[in-house]
């Protein structure tokens, strides 16, 4: 095991205070003389939040993070959390890892800012585009930056249509995506997803998407009776369903996260994506792999294809490639790709004024080149990853849980009614969000997905720490579970 020293970052309250500033305390220290209340106040009045019922939030109130340390948030009233969530799926490397700052406050006082639009470069771009080449499955040699994950999805619309109209075959246009799947919230990206409630706003999806079902054995195959391998096979094969429905001259692409993780973190059983990779090269269409999340060796190796044994044409990225610090995205393009649009495509009309921001670029490459010295990828294929798959084959004994499952640090819990029979509870429910409260309450976050409880905590993370979230997971469930009886609910 690695020895927790070598993971834990410099503590905040080491670092010199600037004078005058405000000392980086959990409780009134960071709240600059206003109290919790008038916080979110401040907040219900001016900042609308992404994905948030508005009034509802404006009733309740936000929590106020006011500063982190490796695997630790606290709030404005000084509760200390483990964040098992990473942020958002991308703190990959933790909270108060100096060399990011370093690397963030250098490149700022030396070139903020230059673009790469007019035949122009900045050193941290290239050389971060360098080292992605280098810890990219083989065939990767060439990126296209972005600002976000969003962004990224937008990119790979653009490219893989762009291919097919170099290559003379520009009826080549649908997409095929899944259902539940989050390929982020522009306008192409959540067309991509397969995210109903936000179809449902704002006319989506676009032209040309088109979505499968999803490979969740444990809504779908379960109930069929089907091992998950022969489910898995059952899955891909919709997606040549699908193909021979549109006429595979029409199909530009098929899009997938390795394991899905917004929708609940469905890791697909291990025959699914070796036999969607043959459909794929079988019909000559585009294979992509939305690493958002899985990228950066949340799986165990550095990117999610890896681990389930296909290899894409194209790669989204975003979330683990700064870890989160500052905002970065893009695509890596794969030579089939690369090669089309280098040599014969002339100029492609797309672009960002920050693809290859120097700043977000330079703490990329710090952020790498850490994963790389902390040996973060092995960390988790080698340690800590096997060790929360054993911690969880635990928790699948307690009379909530269905299914617990994991891939890296990535893991899943199914809260059922009837644990015998597996049965689901009623949706009006909501007993996923009766755990998150508890987990709220409890110094814990983990995030509810429908009655599927997920987490992806950081990766430095280490055996005492798995052991520590595990207690509370332990905790909330039991929390949950006196609820549930008390309600009359069922439960176990
Ligand atoms: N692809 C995947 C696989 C993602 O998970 C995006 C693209 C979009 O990235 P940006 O950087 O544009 O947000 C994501 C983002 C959730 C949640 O509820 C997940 C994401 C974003 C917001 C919420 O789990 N993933």
Redesign the pocket.
């Known amino acids: 095991m690695t020895p927790p020293s070598t993971l834990a970052s410099t503590p905040a309250a080491m670092a010199p205070a600037a004078p005058g500033a405000v000392p980086a305390g959990g409780t009134s220290g960071r709240t600059s003389g206003r109290t919790t209340a008038q916080w979110q106040q401040a907040d219900a009045a001016h900042f609308l939040h992404p994905?948030t019922d508005f009034q509802g939030l404006a009733r309740k109130g936000a929590r106020i993070i006011t500063r982190a340390d490796n695997i630790y948030l606290w709030d404005s009233e000084g509760q200390r959390i483990l964040d098992a969530m990473s942020g958002?799926?991308c703190v990959n490397v933790g909270y108060g890892q100096q060399a990011l700052v370093q690397a963030a406050t250098r490149q700022m006082q030396e070139l903020p800012f230059y673009n790469a639009f007019f035949q122009t470069a900045t050193m941290p771009a290239i050389e971060l585009a360098e080292l992605l080449a280098e810890v990219a499955p083989p065939g990767f040699e060439h990126v296209f930056f972005s600002g976000?994950?969003?962004?990224?999805?937008d990119t790979i619309v653009r490219m893989v249509r762009r291919y097919w109209d170099v290559l003379g075959q520009p009826q080549r246009q649908v997409i095929i995506s899944r259902h539940n799947a989050?390929?982020?919230?522009t306008m192409a990206?959540a067309s991509l997803g397969g995210m109903a409630g936000m179809h449902a706003q704002g006319g989506l999806p676009i032209p040309g998407i088109t979505h499968i079902q999803q490979p969740c054995w444990w809504t779908q195959g379960r109930p069929l009776g089907l091992e998950p391998e022969a489910f898995g096979l059952q899955a891909a094969q919709w997606l040549e369903q699908r193909i021979l429905e549109l006429g595979p001259e029409n199909v530009a692409a098929f899009i997938g996260?390795p394991i899905q993780?917004?929708g609940g973190v469905i890791i697909p059983p291990a025959s699914y994506w070796p036999e969607i990779q043959r459909i794929c090269q079988r019909y000559g269409i585009l294979l992509v792999s939305?690493e958002?999340?899985c990228g950066f060796g949340r799986t165990g190796n550095w990117f999610g294809c890896e681990t389930f044994g296909f290899q894409p044409d194209l790669m989204?990225f975003?979330?683990g490639v700064t870890s989160g610090y500052v905002p970065l995205?893009g695509v890596m393009v794969g030579e089939r790709v690369a090669r089309v649009l280098i040599e014969q495509g002339g100029e492609f009309a797309h672009g960002y004024t920050y693809s290859g921001h120097p700043v977000a670029c330079a703490v990329g490459l710090a952020n790498v080149r850490l994963i790389q010295q902390l040996g973060l990828v092995a960390h988790v294929h080698d340690d800590v990853g096997p060790y929360l798959a054993q911690r969880y084959a635990e928790v699948q004994h307690h009379p909530l849980v269905g299914q617990a499952q994991t891939c890296g640090l990535m893991g899943a819990l199914v809260l059922v009614q009837d644990k015998a029979r597996g049965t689901a509870f009623p949706e009006e429910y909501e007993v996923g969000m009766v755990c998150r409260k508890h987990c709220f309450a409890n110094g814990l976050v983990m995030?509810a997905v429908g009655d599927r409880m997920i987490i992806a905590p950081p990766l430095v993370i280490t055996r005492a720490q798995i052991d520590e979230m595990i207690e509370l997971i332990h905790r909330c469930l039991d929390l949950t579970l006196e609820e549930v009886r008390r309600n009359g609910w069922g439960g176990g």
């Open positions: 994905f958002l799926w976000s994950g969003s962004e990224g999805n989050y390929h982020g919230s990206g996260e993780g917004a939305d958002v999340i989204t975003a979330k995205g995030r």
